[in-house]
């Protein structure tokens, strides 16, 4: 295991000027960082998927790429040296220019991560600048040299083994005497092309690069200090967890907290590496601990909303003591590629939920396509406007947690209730009209008395 620390900045954490001098703070207060991953900064992801999905008015898609350049200049016009950075950032910004006038003609997932891209690369090069001016000896280095992906567009598949040769080739011995300045979110294939691990995959990026050089440990840097019992913006009395198992964080950040992506702690839990969680903008509050033990196991630990959900109900009274019903569902679903993500089924029907992985915004959508080869097969209804709510514990099939949950719950209509395949988990679908409250009733009954 290497002796040096990875730190990752969300978009918050480099918005501005201010922003990024906190960041290299923190670096210059941890001697053991020696490789930094940084996002896009705050906003700009969003409007570069805008332009993404295409702009077809060229005075709108002109306001957009201004909008993207204002972010940047106003955090280069505070720099020192600042003509270098801005050439660079200025090379990138043409890029965005011919990229999204490309993709008012015809979009494509290729071009739109080849667009979407061009944030963090931006990012770099500001914070490199930022870093070196407070004395800091920092280098950027472009991740798509070491973090290999295959060509699934939107979301693609990391190449581990090739990960992990091209950092022990490249990127550690930079690091040994330089602190390096890299790019979340986003990767090549193996013909060179730009690729991204999907919305949220600077924290999976950062693992991923944690992994593969083998660090003692992964700071992810955001806007709240550490994991909450909820969003203390749905619940104020909403409490920090100081430690927390790679099993529940997992759990809650599969299931919607906002902290950290889903996938974000698989290549960590592989490496045993230990995860923190804290603020950039009040470090000195402290954070979340995430490590495979930990001293404290509640019953009940955390709750998380995902909203966007689609959920999908398959009714077919040939399903009635049938035998290859659901394979057949699952085989179309798999052929056109559609993630599922929950599922309940009754003797003639089949709920489930669609998983939202790639880089476009909105809840998912079932493509017409698979739609009518499923109604071959079945009636087909979708429902949308709807949210998951999760809680995170531990033991959760013990006797007596169905009763605390849902006797709280009577006022609510809840849809497709997923408990028992889980020990750390117990969720089901609400009305996103309702969702807050769903919390709001559900934290003070569990967690405030």
């Given at each position: 295991m290497s002796a040096f620390n990875v730190a990752k900045f969300g978009g918050t954490s480099v918005a501005d000027f201010i922003a990024m001098s906190r960041c290299a703070a923190i670096i210059e207060n941890n001697q053991n960082t020696k490789l930094v991953?940084?996002?896009?900064?705050?906003?700009?992801?969003?409007?570069?998927?805008?332009?993404?999905?295409?702009?077809?008015?060229?005075?709108?898609?002109?306001?957009?790429?201004?909008?993207?350049?204002?972010?940047?200049?106003?955090?280069?016009?505070?720099?020192?040296?600042?003509?270098?950075?801005?050439k660079?950032?200025?090379?990138?910004?043409?890029?965005?220019?011919?990229?999204?006038?490309?993709?008012?003609?015809?979009?494509?997932?290729?071009?739109?991560?080849?667009?979407?891209?061009?944030?963090?690369?931006?990012?770099?090069?500001?914070?490199?600048?930022?870093?070196?001016?407070?004395?800091?000896?920092?280098?950027?280095?472009?991740?798509?040299?070491?973090?290999?992906?295959?060509?699934?567009?939107?979301?693609?598949?990391?190449?581990?083994?090739?990960?992990?040769?091209?950092?022990?080739?490249?990127?550690?011995?930079?690091?040994?005497?330089?602190?390096?300045?890299?790019?979340?979110?986003?990767?090549?294939?193996?013909?060179?092309?730009?690729?991204?691990?999907?919305?949220?995959g600077s924290d999976y990026s950062a693992a991923l690069i944690a992994e593969a050089v083998q660090a003692s440990g992964l700071e992810i840097w955001t806007d709240v200090p550490g994991i909450y019992s909820t969003d203390p913006r749905i619940a104020p009395n909403a409490q920090p967890i100081p430690e927390i198992s790679f099993n529940e964080a997992s759990e809650m950040a599969n299931f919607g907290a906002k902290i950290l992506h889903p996938s974000t702690l698989l290549p960590a839990l592989r490496d045993g590496i230990p995860v923190f969680v804290g603020s950039s903008k009040e470090p000195e509050r402290g954070g979340t601990w995430i490590r495979q033990e930990v001293e404290s196991a509640p019953p009940f630990r955390a709750l998380a909303l995902r909203n966007n959900q689609t959920m999908v109900t398959l009714h077919s009274a040939k399903m009635f003591q049938a035998c290859g019903f659901l394979s057949k569902v699952f085989e179309i679903l798999a052929k056109h590629k559609i993630s599922v993500d929950l599922i309940t089924t009754s003797e003639i029907s089949v709920s489930l939920t669609l998983d939202k992985t790639d880089t476009s915004g909105g809840a998912p959508e079932l493509p017409q396509a698979v739609k009518d080869e499923?109604?071959?097969?079945?009636?087909?209804?979708?429902?949308?406007?709807?949210?998951?709510?999760?809680?995170?514990?531990?033991?959760?099939?013990?006797?007596?947690?169905?009763?605390?949950?849902?006797?709280?719950?009577?006022?609510?209509?809840?849809?497709?209730?997923?408990?028992?395949?889980?020990?750390?988990?117990?969720c089901f679908l609400v009305d996103s009209s309702s969702a807050k409250e769903v919390i709001q009733h559900l934290h003070g009954e569990l967690f405030e008395k």
């Open positions: 991953v940084s996002s896009a900064c705050s906003g700009v992801t969003n409007l570069l998927v805008e332009l993404a999905n295409g702009v077809a008015d060229a005075d709108s898609r002109a306001a957009l790429i201004n909008q993207i350049a204002d972010i940047h200049h106003a955090i280069i016009d505070q720099l020192s040296e600042p003509t270098q950075v801005e660079q950032v200025h090379a990138i910004l043409d890029i965005v220019t011919s990229a999204s006038e490309a993709a008012s003609y015809q979009s494509s997932h290729k071009l739109t991560d080849h667009l979407v891209a061009c944030g963090e690369l931006m990012s770099t090069y500001i914070l490199t600048q930022v870093m070196v001016e407070r004395g800091i000896n920092a280098v950027r280095f472009d991740i798509r040299e070491v973090l290999r992906t295959d060509d699934n567009f939107g979301k693609a598949e990391p190449q581990l083994d090739e990960i992990g040769s091209l950092a022990k080739e490249l990127l550690v011995p930079l690091c040994q005497n330089h602190v390096v300045v890299t790019q979340g979110f986003i990767g090549s294939d193996e013909d060179g092309n730009t690729t991204t691990l999907g919305r949220g499923l109604q071959d097969l079945c009636t087909v209804k979708v429902e949308h406007d709807l949210s998951l709510v999760a809680l995170i514990g531990n033991q959760m099939e013990n006797r007596g947690y169905a009763k605390q949950v849902f006797g709280v719950l009577d006022d609510f209509n809840l849809r497709m209730i997923c408990y028992g395949a889980s020990d750390h988990n117990l």
